[in-house]
């Protein structure tokens, strides 16, 4: 029986209050799904690492971990370092799914969200 889990994989940055809408996505999915493990996970500044985060998860028992670049898009750091973490991850737990999603910008449904949030901006004045 497979055992999911999904990592929201953010950039990171120095100041602390900057993973708060972050852990406010977690949140939200865990309240959509209680069952299901969500970690958070930052490529640089923050702590855990992607590979942290994962090597943990697989430790535990995890097996199929889907991988959510919180970016909104595909910038030099997913084309060019998340491959290469990924390639580790796979290349470290062999017996692991992993899957890394498009980044979350990318999604229709976040371009429909941005839209319609820059247009209620407007009709407050």
């Known amino acids: 029986?497979?055992?999911?889990?999904?990592?929201?994989?953010?950039?990171?940055?120095?100041?602390?209050?900057w993973a708060k809408p972050?852990?406010?996505?977690?949140?939200?999915?865990?309240?959509?799904?209680s069952t299901l493990r969500v970690e958070l996970a930052f490529l640089?500044?923050?702590?855990?690492?992607?590979?942290?985060?994962?090597?943990a998860l697989v430790q535990e028992g995890f097996d199929a971990i889907t991988v959510?670049?919180?970016?909104?898009?595909?910038?030099?750091h997913l084309k060019n370092d998340v491959p290469v973490?990924?390639?580790?991850?796979?290349?470290?737990?062999p017996d692991v799914r992993f899957v890394l999603s498009p980044p979350v910008g990318e999604a229709e449904a976040m371009v429909q969200a941005m839209?319609?949030?820059?247009l209620g901006l407007t009709r407050s004045f």
């Open 44 to 55: 640089e500044f923050m702590s855990p690492t992607l590979v942290d985060c994962a090597r």
């Open 22 to 33: 972050m852990r406010r996505v977690r949140e939200a999915v865990l309240q959509r799904d």
């Open 115 to 118: 839209a319609t949030y820059a």
């Open 1 to 17: 029986m497979t055992k999911p889990a999904l990592i929201l994989f953010a950039h990171g940055a120095r100041d602390p209050e």
């Open 85 to 93: 973490l990924m390639d580790e991850l796979r290349k470290a737990h």
């Open 68 to 76: 959510v670049p919180m970016f909104i898009a595909q910038g030099g």
